[in-house]
């Protein structure tokens, strides 16, 4: 049996009451502004117009997302496998959220808004330190801003060391993609990745 429209969810579920339903904002404030400076990782959500979605994590030194004003922030487009997925997308629709995540804090900042891909000097000059500086950033215009409540990252104990695994727990990337591709070439190691990621960073 499924779900198919918002009336029959809400007789399961109900709706939001009190911060719930009122702290959805619109513009950044002290808080969010003070959350986006001391996260080093988020996620980025976006769709295309055939309405296929994607999300892709992104990351840094804390702060690496720039806040611009209270309603615009600028993420730089780091060097990476040149999918391009989130910026196609982004091209297509301009819609984006954002998940802000800091480590050892449960609560989370979500931000939602429309973007658009920018090589706007003065942009590209705010992360001119980095060690691979970006050759293009993501503009946000702001639309919408909350906190998120703890209760998944409680669920989870993601900042718990006794939930932290070996990495030998799973195979290497390398071993992982050759077996998805049923390829027979050697796959890389994980010190060999490693070493060839960080000239990438």
């Known amino acids: 049996m499924y779900i198919e429209s918002e009336e029959a969810l809400r007789t399961i579920f109900g709706f939001p009451k009190g911060r719930a339903k009122d702290k959805l904002l619109k513009k950044l404030e002290k808080h969010s502004m003070a959350f986006i400076n001391l996260s080093p990782f988020f996620t980025l959500a976006s769709?295309?117009?055939?309405?296929?979605?994607?999300c892709s994590p992104r990351g840094g030194k804390p702060g690496f997302v720039k806040i611009i004003n209270e309603q615009c922030i600028v993420i730089p487009e780091s060097k990476g496998n040149n999918r391009l997925d989130s910026l196609v997308n982004l091209l297509e629709t301009k819609n984006i959220g954002c998940l802000f995540l800091i480590?050892?804090?449960?609560?989370?900042?979500?931000?939602n808004g429309t973007a658009r891909i920018s090589t706007a000097p003065d942009y590209l000059a705010l992360f001119s330190e980095e060690q691979n500086p970006p050759r293009a950033c993501i503009e946000v215009q702001i639309t919408e801003v909350f906190l998120h409540c703890a209760?998944?990252?409680?669920r989870s104990k993601l900042w718990?060391?006794?939930?932290?695994?070996?990495?030998?727990?799973?195979?290497?990337?390398?071993?992982?993609?050759n077996d998805q591709l049923g390829?027979?070439?050697k796959p890389e190691t994980n010190a060999d990745m490693l070493k060839?990621?960080?000239?990438?960073l």
């Open 47 to 54: 769709y295309n117009t055939e309405g296929h979605t994607d």
């Open 103 to 111: 480590p050892g804090v449960d609560e989370t900042l979500r931000i």
């Open 151 to 154: 209760k998944a990252l409680m």
């Open 160 to 177: 718990s060391s006794e939930v932290i695994i070996e990495r030998s727990s799973l195979p290497s990337m390398g071993v992982m993609i």
């Open 183 to 185: 390829s027979d070439e």
């Open 196 to 200: 060839r990621y960080t000239k990438d």
